[in-house]
């Protein structure tokens, strides 16, 4: 489960965006983490996950904005894919 390639998700608000995550093979899935660019509003998401650091899980400040949910979910989506438990599984 290492780093994959980044592909492109087409969002309900009609924006493109690119994803990425991934983890160091002898790290994973001790260390993770998971980038959303979202092409239309040229901004990036990001959400980091470390099991040596409290809280384990962190996100970028805009990741946690309310409007940006769509964005959350997203990088939940891959960090579940690593095998990390999110708040919206």
């Known amino acids: 489960m290492a780093a994959g390639m980044?592909?492109?998700e087409v969002m309900d608000n009609r924006d493109s965006a690119i994803l990425f995550?991934?983890?160091?093979?002898h790290n994973c899935p001790d260390k993770v983490?998971?980038?959303?660019?979202?092409v239309g509003?040229?901004?990036?998401f990001?959400?980091?996950?470390?099991?040596s650091v409290t809280p384990h899980l962190k996100y970028s400040a805009n990741a946690l904005v309310e409007?940006?949910?769509?964005?959350?979910?997203?990088?939940d989506t891959m960090l579940r894919e690593h095998l990390v438990?999110?708040?919206?599984?």
């Open 6 to 8: 980044p592909y492109v």
């Open 21 to 25: 995550s991934g983890c160091m093979p």
């Open 33 to 38: 983490g998971a980038l959303v660019y979202s």
């Open 41 to 44: 509003r040229r901004e990036l």
């Open 46 to 51: 990001k959400a980091t996950y470390d099991t």
């Open 67 to 75: 409007k940006n949910s769509s964005y959350k979910k997203l990088l």
């Open 85 to 89: 438990k999110t708040d919206s599984e």
